[in-house]
C-alpha cells in the first residue's frame, strides 16, 4: 500500500519561509515522478512544483525562484522549499506521486 503523508506547513507572515516534506512508503520515490499541487481557498488545486525520475524540475510560474523542489531517496522524501512566501501562496499543499496523493498540508500567509 502506497502512503504518502505531508508535513511542515503553518502560519507565517509574508516574506516568510516554511520547509514541507512528504514522506512516502510502499514505493521508492526515485523511480517516480513527483509533484506538489497548491489548491487556494474556492479554488482548484494546481500543480506549482515537480521532479522527474531523473531529477528534472520545473515550477509554475508563479513561484519560480521562490520554491525549490527537491528529494532524498534515502530518506524516501520529497520536500517543497517555500521562500519570499505572499498571502496568495496561502492554500493546501499536497504531494503526489504518480496516481496516489497525501492528505495536505495547510499554508497561510498573512500580510
Known amino acids: 500500500q502506497v502512503q504518502l503523508v505531508e508535513s511542515g506547513g503553518g502560519a507565517v507572515q509574508a516574506g516568510g519561509s516554511l520547509r514541507l516534506s512528504c514522506v512516502v512508503s510502499g514505493r521508492q520515490v526515485g523511480f517516480h515522478s513527483k509533484g506538489w499541487y497548491r489548491q487556494p481557498p474556492g479554488k482548484a488545486r494546481d500543480l506549482v512544483a515537480g521532479?522527474?525520475?531523473?531529477?528534472?524540475?520545473h515550477y509554475a510560474t508563479a513561484v519560480e525562484g521562490r520554491f525549490t523542489i527537491s528529494r532524498d531517496d534515502a530518506k524516501n522524501t520529497v520536500y517543497l522549499q517555500l521562500d519570499n512566501l505572499t498571502p496568495e501562496d496561502t492554500g493546501i499543499y499536497f504531494c503526489k506521486m504518480e496516481v496516489w496523493w497525501g492528505a495536505g498540508t495547510q499554508v497561510t500567509v498573512s500580510s
Open positions: 521532479i522527474t525520475r531523473s531529477g528534472s524540475v
